[in-house]
């Protein structure tokens, strides 16, 4: 049986993920000609080709495309066992979990999320980042993160190489302490509401089309913003409105600290998961544990 060479399919996978010759030869510590003529030999061996390149980027053919999902998956169970053995002091120490959290996904459904994984994977240590879907999408394609949460899907060209799942969604509401929003029940509101806003993935203008027509006076758009626990403060504080998914109040609705009005036929915010395209479980003292407990 002949086999792939592997060290040819690094080169590959590097210069895939690195969407260039320079920067991999950069990263592998070697001559820009030796990734070069590692790929080719790889091109030569399954006669195909699998990169094109364009100035200084490449782009991956539809074979490049498919090849690249299982180098990830090769080179991510490499990685799985360079933590398991190499990496750990004992064989029974930790296991790690490394999260990217995009901004935008509420901190309450992320909490929720981990509470109920963290109750089904016990051992499991968890590092949590937070960035912007650019930067954690990079960091999972590199390997760095093993999955993010995000209210973006991923892009077509992308699917070749990661999986989703929806993880949760929650409508949009208009948030207010009780005094303002009966007030607006009752349409006895006389002066402008200052309305702070979350910045909606679709694009679509919350304000004008679902929140306007249930508020009889003047509206201020204050502030827009993808961080949702500073709306929550801005929901408390009584100086106006916040529209913003309503996971992300939760705890004050149930208090009775702030009320809410649901916009009706407003989309809402869907929360996704995202891993690189193969099976993918931590391992616990119980034995592994999928990445994504059950969806809320």
């Not at 109920?116 to 994977?121: G, I, K, T």
């Not at 949460?149 to 929806?166: A, G, R």
């Not at 208009?174 to 702070?196: C, G, H, M, T, Y």
Request: proline share 4%.
């Amino acid at each position: 049986m002949e086999w792939l060479n592997f060290r040819h399919l690094y080169a590959f996978w590097m210069v895939a993920r690195s969407q260039g010759f320079t920067r991999a030869a950069e990263q592998m510590h070697v001559a820009q000609s030796a990734v070069s003529a590692q790929v080719a030999s790889l091109e030569n061996y399954l006669d195909e080709q699998l990169l094109v390149r364009a100035n200084r980027t490449v782009e991956l053919t539809q074979v490049g495309r498919e090849l690249l999902g299982y180098a990830n998956a090769i080179f991510a169970q490499s990685r799985a066992v360079n933590a398991l053995i190499k990496d750990k002091s004992e064989l029974g120490g930790p296991r790690f979990m490394r999260l990217g959290v995009v901004g935008g996904a509420s901190r309450n459904f992320v909490f929720r999320l981990l509470q109920e994984y963290l109750q089904q994977a016990p051992g499991v240590r968890v590092s949590v980042s937070t960035g912007s879907y650019k930067e954690l999408y990079s960091q999972l394609r590199h390997l760095e993160l093993d999955a993010i949460i995000t209210l973006d899907l991923p892009k077509k060209s992308d699917l070749s190489e990661v999986s989703y799942q929806k993880l949760g969604e929650s409508e949009m509401c208009l948030v207010a302490v009780p005094e303002l929003i009966a007030e607006i029940r009752q349409k006895s509101l006389v002066e402008n509401i200052d309305v702070f806003k979350f910045r909606h993935p679709f694009e679509v203008d919350v304000l004008e089309k679902y929140v306007r027509p249930i508020v009889d006076c003047e509206l201020t758009l204050v502030m827009d913003t993808d961080d949702i626990p500073l709306l929550r403060f801005f929901a408390n504080s009584g100086e106006g409105a916040a529209v913003l998914p309503r996971v992300g109040v939760l705890e004050d609705l149930a208090a009775g600290v702030v009320e809410a009005i649901e916009l009706t036929r407003c989309p809402s915010v869907i929360i996704y998961g995202i891993t690189m395209r193969q099976s993918f479980a931590i391992p616990s003292a119980n034995g592994p544990v999928a990445l994504w407990p059950v969806s809320p």
